[in-house]
């Protein structure tokens, strides 16, 4: 058992497995946001009132956009009580998330995913990437889930953005909009409200936000929020009940400085803190996927096990100056950025073996005393400076050009914490084991730079009216190095990696307007995942890979996006081919000390599907929003790409890509009417369906069942209702009004015992598994001056 136990702490505890632990351990279609009563939230043209975005750099009508792309706005965020990616992400087609842990959440779009430590879709606040860059940190589970009070929209591009959003930006890039102070009117308001989850507890939440215009050139403008999630998993060992309660809280604040119409400067803050206590996922049958206690493996409402408590925490800071000047040939932006990302971690390790080797090391002659804790500690400091130019609007030829550069440090600090089960203190005295003496039992530990200069140009020629090319191209060079540790039981050495590579990516997109409400587009772009070192064990064997490749991937991209004259019927449609190389998967290599774990290259996978959102408008008052979307992801072939190494990653060609359901698809209507004078009332709902869809890849799984692990689909319906008095608005709703058992994520073998289920009567590992949230209601009362 010894010697198993301590392989198992080599591969997990190794070079880029380090990364591993933690992987493994509006909405409406943009081109209808008014139509969803976001009029407000989004910017407008005063000459035929026109909804406008940024998601190409540049403000533009949703019918010049030659993609697909997806924005929630303000309002409808807020009436939908959507304040994070869970509450949202069933508004934009084609868009999936995993959680585990209310801000440990990874974002994927049309499939693409496979579960390595890299993140497949950038997060952006305005013009800022949040988040790390490399994968030596874990970004891919650690997507920046900005709370959305005051946020003016949410812009999702599907696809590959890489010509003017750069790396991790695959799948695509999911942009935070926010509100620009006003230097015309004051504004005042405010929420509170209390929600109630079944099995769970109570949540409240509280917000405002105020607008000062402090001259004709001059505004401020600052938010605040507290939220308390109830929890709604229990655990055994040290009988606790809603362990995974979290409370967020934060604000932003922002100086807009306008002297002229030509020159702005504007800057901004934002603070946010969440603090969760356990994980949402609990143990549940590896078969049937109900949830079980984890000790007897009978039926047993969402439960863990945990011996000490939990706790998890992250902060994100970002603070950015953004400087515009109208030359009029031309309008230079400078955005300038610091950001920082900090999570604390500490879970329960106690595994059989990792129990029965950790008390015979610090309690030899009292067994059953000792549990083993982990900790896993992450922090990303981040700089950037982009700098462009952008041409005036042109019925002949626009441009952008500009640069890029971004300075980052990361850091991942693991440690095994042997505790006291009767007291829950962790034990500090040096211990002894065989010929080693030691202080701590078991640290890893990487300290990572990451550094990118990039270059980009786009440009869009009219050829015509109502036909025009927009294409562009970007190239970036980016250098990493990395200081990596694994001491076991006093024992081992830092060894340094390092990594440069260059990358090119470009799009092409021709579209023609069918007429002044429609038109059809296509698009081949380009995206890239930036490559990085590894970790280099002793006497490795031939072929080990010192560092790992960038992946890239190809979109083929065709739709169309039109709406009648007087608005009351929209659509909004894709279909696409997703060509993905030399995919970044996990993998393990056998050593001198042990099985290694390494980032490396798995070959092929593709993706192919359809996306499709119309709304109708039937009557005054009435709307009716409904998205569906189709998607194929698959590896194309098995992910062993090292050789001598061992299939970690378990895909095998023809696999479905983790987490990518078949069919998603969601309805949502709404009816608002006057009641007397300025009262006004609505009610509405959304119906939600996800088909059955994949975990991730699992060798034991497979090995023990001899299949994938699947998630079976679930319907969701939400319903809401309110009544406005004019500066006064009081509203409820319902979450999951069916209380459906929909499971999100599931791992298997991760949990801390074997139970003899019904297969063979043999003991064997438990899963683990998230699930939506349990039915909950609420109600709000909101303010506004």
Same mark, same amino acid.
């Given at each position: 058992m010894s010697c198993r136990f301590l392989k198992e702490f080599a591969t997990l505890t190794s070079g880029a497995s380090i990364a591993a632990l933690t992987?493994?351990?509006?909405?409406?279609? #943009?081109?209808?946001?008014? #139509?969803?009563?976001?009029?407000?939230? =989004?910017?407008?043209?005063?000459?035929?009132?026109?909804?406008?975005?940024?998601?190409?750099?540049?403000?533009?009508?949703?019918?010049? @956009?030659?993609?697909?792309?997806?924005?929630?706005?303000?309002?409808?965020?807020?009436?939908?009580q959507a304040t994070s990616f869970q509450d949202y992400a069933q508004l934009v087609p084609g868009l999936n998330i995993t959680q585990d842990t209310p801000g440990e959440t990874r974002l994927i779009l049309r499939g693409i995913n496979t579960g390595s430590p890299g993140s497949t879709v950038s997060v952006y606040v305005d013009d800022i990437p949040f988040g790390a860059s490399g994968s030596l940190s874990n970004a891919g589970t650690l997507a920046g889930d900005f709370d959305t009070f005051d946020v003016a929209r949410v812009e999702v591009l599907r696809g590959p953005q890489g010509t003017l959003y750069g790396s991790n930006s695959l799948g695509g890039v999911l942009k935070f909009v926010t509100v620009k102070p006003s230097t015309r009117d004051f504004e005042l308001r405010g929420q509170t409200g209390i929600e109630d989850t079944k099995g769970g507890g109570t949540g409240y939440s509280g917000n405002a936000v105020v607008n000062i215009p402090i001259s004709d050139m001059l505004a401020f403008r600052?938010?605040?929020?507290?939220?308390?999630?109830?929890?709604h998993?229990?655990? @055994?060992?040290?009988?606790?009940?809603?362990?995974?309660d979290s409370e967020s809280y934060g604000g932003r604040a922002s100086v807009l400085f306008e002297p002229s119409d030509d020159f702005s400067i504007r800057l901004l803050g934002i603070l946010q803190n969440l603090s969760t206590g356990s994980s949402s996922s609990f143990n549940v049958d590896p078969v049937s996927l109900k949830p079980v206690n984890p000790i007897t493996g009978i039926r047993q409402d969402r439960t863990s096990y945990s011996r000490i408590a939990e706790t998890n925490d992250l902060k994100y800071r970002l603070y950015s100056g953004t400087i515009s000047y109208n030359f009029g040939f031309a309008e230079a932006i400078s955005v300038t950025s610091y950001s920082t990302q900090d999570r604390i971690d500490l879970s329960d390790a106690s595994t059989n073996a990792a129990r029965d080797l950790t008390n015979a090391i610090y309690a030899p002659t009292a067994p059953g005393t000792v549990g083993l804790g982990y900790k896993n500690n992450i922090s990303v400091k981040k700089f950037t400076q982009e700098l462009r130019l952008a041409s005036p609007d042109s019925d002949i030829f626009e441009w952008q050009i500009g640069g890029y550069y971004t300075d980052e440090s990361t850091l991942l600090d693991q440690e095994f914490l042997p505790f006291s089960l009767a007291t829950q203190q962790f034990i500090p005295t040096p211990a002894t084991f065989g010929p080693f003496t030691f202080d701590k039992f078991v640290t890893a530990m990487i300290d990572?730079?990451?550094?990118?200069?990039?270059?980009?140009?786009?440009?869009?020629?009219?050829?015509?009216?109502?036909?025009?090319?927009?294409?562009? *191209?970007?190239?970036?060079?980016?250098?990493? &190095?990395?200081?990596?540790? =694994?001491?076991?039981?006093?024992?081992?050495s830092p060894v340094s990696g390092n990594s440069s590579e260059n990358v090119f990516t470009w799009s092409?997109?021709?579209?023609?307007?069918?007429?002044?409400?429609?038109?059809?587009? #296509?698009?081949?772009?380009?995206?890239?995942?930036?490559?990085?070192?590894?970790?280099?064990?002793?006497?490795? /064997? /031939?072929?080990?890979?010192?560092?790992?490749?960038? &992946?890239?991937?190809?979109?083929? $991209?065709?739709?169309?996006?039109? $709406?009648?004259? &007087?608005?009351?019927?929209? @659509? &909004?449609?894709?279909?696409?081919?997703?060509?993905?190389?030399?995919?970044?998967?996990?993998?393990?290599?056998?050593?001198? #000390?042990g099985p290694v774990g390494v980032n490396s290259n798995g070959r092929k996978a593709e993706s192919y599907g359809a996306e499709i959102t119309a709304t109708i408008q039937p009557v005054a008052g009435l709307s009716f @929003?409904?998205?569906?979307?189709?998607?194929?992801?698959?590896?194309? $072939?098995?992910?062993? /790409?090292?050789?001598?190494?061992?299939?970690?990653?378990?895909?095998l060609a023809g696999d479905r890509l983790p987490y990518a359901p078949e069919w998603s698809a969601n309805v949502s209507a709404d009816y608002e009417w006057a009641l007397s004078g300025s009262v006004d009332a609505f009610v509405g709902g959304n119906v939600r369906l996800v088909s059955d869809q994949f975990a991730g890849f699992s060798p034991g799984y497979?090995?023990?069942?001899?299949?994938?692990?699947?998630?079976? *689909?679930?319907?969701?319906?939400?319903?809401?209702?309110?009544i406005n008095f004019d500066?006064?608005?009081?509203s409820a709703f319902v979450k999951n009004l069916t209380d459906q058992y929909g499971l999100t994520t599931a791992t298997y073998g991760t949990t801390p015992f074997s139970v003899p289920v019904a297969i063979g009567g043999q003991g064997i590992p438990l899963a683990t598994a998230s699930s939506i949230r349990p039915r909950t209601f609420g109600a709000t009362v909101g303010f506004s001056f």
């Open positions: 992987v493994t351990l509006m909405p409406v279609s #943009a081109a209808f946001a008014q #139509a969803a009563g976001s009029d407000e939230d =989004v910017i407008e043209r005063e000459d035929n009132n026109t909804i406008v975005v940024t998601a190409q750099r540049r403000e533009q009508t949703l019918l010049e @956009i030659p993609q697909s792309i997806s924005v929630v706005g303000g309002e409808t965020l807020e009436r939908q600052a938010s605040g929020f507290y939220r308390k999630n109830a929890g998993v229990n655990t @055994i060992g040290r009988n606790a009940n809603n362990v995974d990572a730079n990451y550094e990118e200069i990039a270059g980009f140009v786009s440009g869009t020629v009219h050829l015509g009216e109502r036909f025009d090319i927009t294409a562009g *191209g970007r190239y970036s060079h980016n250098k990493q &190095d990395s200081v990596q540790s =694994v001491i076991q039981f006093g024992t081992g092409v997109s021709p579209r023609f307007e069918l007429n002044d409400r429609a038109s059809i587009y #296509a698009r081949v772009a380009k995206g890239y995942r930036p490559g990085g070192p590894n970790f280099i064990p002793v006497n490795p /064997p /031939p072929g080990f890979p010192s560092e790992f490749d960038a &992946d890239t991937l190809i979109s083929y $991209e065709a739709g169309f996006r039109g $709406e009648t004259n &007087d608005r009351t019927f929209g @659509i &909004d449609a894709s279909i696409y081919y997703l060509d993905w190389k030399d995919i970044q998967i996990l993998t393990t290599v056998d050593t001198d #000390a @929003i409904a998205n569906v979307a189709y998607n194929i992801a698959k590896l194309l $072939e098995d992910t062993t /790409p090292v050789a001598g190494g061992t299939n970690l990653t378990g895909g497979r090995a023990a069942f001899g299949r994938r692990l699947e998630l079976d *689909g679930y319907p969701v319906v939400d319903l809401r209702a309110g500066r006064i608005l009081i």
